[in-house]
């Protein structure tokens, strides 16, 4: 398993460029199932959960060929319209081939994706929305079966609670479904938007994408498009705050500020100078103290789960008591523990983590276990005095497309040691 070596305590500086954005890619590739033509995506980061993804597409008949980010996928025939266990067990957004598999084939066989380090992170409400389009779901083995031998048909789908791979899954469902589908209380992220961009290009009829009811007129058929996917918020979130946790003057290229708004206002109130240096370009640094400031996640556009972790891990080195609340996912603190081995003086009671700063960082020996988590702990290492050796990368490696080069390039000192 490789292992990050980081030496903290130096100031980032120079520039770093945000990839595609890993929650874009994975429902934009769910969605080539969709049609017999060819799909061009652009800007797909090489990352692990993306790797996952093409393999799944081409275990159902899909055709696809990668080079240097640029990705033709063609599902000319579903042979197999099923996700299997050893590919669900390692990506559970797999399910996003539900909607797509049963909208195509009439006919999908997906695993049910196991527990999560998260959460229970269940898919009842993606299931209960497929049966209100026409499908008939059944269980066996681990596995859902949905069956729609007469095609879907449209039908209002109201979300008990916002969930973003479900409005996408429905989404690509609805597309070609008989007649209009409203998808109520919708997710409104970015990433909805995107797909519902690449369903426009491919010739679907959708009103209300990125606002919590999105209208589908359902159509026969969908061609082939052409689409580069947005940029990554939550890499370049990332970022921004490794240029703050270092204390450097970092300038974050090719992302999309309009994303970012809950994240830059949050920075700001603590004493992080954001300024917007080009259209796709934030410039960061910090020229005082820190100053504690609370945070609550919340759906978008309210502060971003994915940038909890990252988040508190800066709120360790601001000066006062800031409580952070998790309200999307029930365990999302995994990162609490590593981060006090490094010196970090955090208390966590219930969905609130209580963190007590600044204190200072020392290198140490920690344990990825989550994507997130594992970005926190790269911040904490950049930060903290002496030697952080973070094991388990491959956690990271799911979401960040060579986090390492890309740190070292603007100075940090990490390097990556493969281990057989
Ligand atoms: C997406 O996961 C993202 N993944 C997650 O990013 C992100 O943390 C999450 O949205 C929230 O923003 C992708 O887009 C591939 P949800 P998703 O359905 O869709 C509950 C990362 O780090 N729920 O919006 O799985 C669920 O348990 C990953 O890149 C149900 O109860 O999240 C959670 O508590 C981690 N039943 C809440 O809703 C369901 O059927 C929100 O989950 C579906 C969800």
Avoid: W
């Avoid at 990506?91 to 539900?98: D, E, K």
């Avoid at 299931?127 to 026409?134: C, K, S, V």
């Avoid at 209380?185 to 990433?191: D, G, K, M, S, V």
């Amino acid at each position: 398993m490789d292992k990050f070596l980081i030496e903290g305590g130096v100031p980032l500086e120079g520039e770093i460029e945000v990839s595609g954005a890993k929650n874009s890619a994975l429902p934009a590739l769910a969605a080539c199932l969709l049609t017999e033509e060819p799909v061009t995506l652009r800007r797909i980061p090489l990352v692990r959960d993306v790797q996952t993804m093409l393999q799944l597409l081409e275990r159902c008949g899909a055709s696809v060929h990668s080079e240097d980010g640029v990705l033709r996928v063609q599902a000319a025939e579903i042979v197999h319209p099923e996700a299997p266990y050893e590919l669900v067990k390692t990506m559970r957004a797999s399910s996003l081939v539900l909607g797509p598999l049963a909208a195509r084939c009439g006919r999908a066989r997906v695993s049910l994706p196991g527990g999560c380090a998260i959460g229970a992170r269940p898919i009842n409400l993606h299931l209960a929305g497929l049966e209100q389009l026409g499908a008939r779901l059944s269980q066996e083995h681990g596995y859902i079966v949905a069956e729609a031998p007469n095609g879907l048909r449209g039908a209002t789908v109201h979300f008990d609670r916002i969930t973003v791979t479900g409005t996408e899954d429905l989404l690509m469902a609805a597309v070609l479904a008989e007649g209009e589908t409203v998808l109520s209380n919708a997710a409104r992220e970015p990433e909805v938007v995107d797909l519902a961009a690449l369903l426009t290009q491919m010739g679907a009829r959708i009103e209300g994408a990125g606002t919590s009811t999105i209208r589908v007129q359902g159509v026969r058929r969908l061609h082939g498009a052409d689409h580069a996917i947005i940029a990554d918020r939550i890499e370049a979130g990332t970022f921004l705050i490794a240029g703050a946790i270092t204390r450097g003057r970092l300038v974050v290229r090719r992302c999309e500020p309009a994303h970012l708004t809950s994240l830059l206002h949050k920075l700001r109130q603590a004493g992080v100078e954001v300024t917007e240096a080009g259209p796709d370009t934030l410039a960061v640094r910090v020229p005082g103290k820190l100053i504690s400031v609370d945070a609550t996640t919340e759906e978008y556009p309210g502060f971003a789960t994915d940038l909890q972790a990252q988040y508190m891990a800066l709120m360790t080195q601001a000066h006062g008591i800031s409580i952070i609340t998790e309200t999307i996912f029930e365990n999302r603190f995994m990162h609490v523990l590593e981060l006090a081995r490094m010196g970090a003086n955090i208390r966590v009671e219930g969905r609130q983590a209580i963190v007590a700063g600044p204190t200072p960082l020392s290198g140490a020996a920690v344990i990825a276990s989550d994507l997130r988590a594992s970005a926190s702990l790269v911040l904490a290492g950049l930060a903290a005095r002496g030697q952080t050796v973070l094991d388990r990368v491959y956690h990271i490696d799911r979401g960040y497309e060579k986090i390492e080069e890309k740190l070292a390039r603007a100075g940090a000192r990490i390097r990556r040691i493969s281990e057989l």
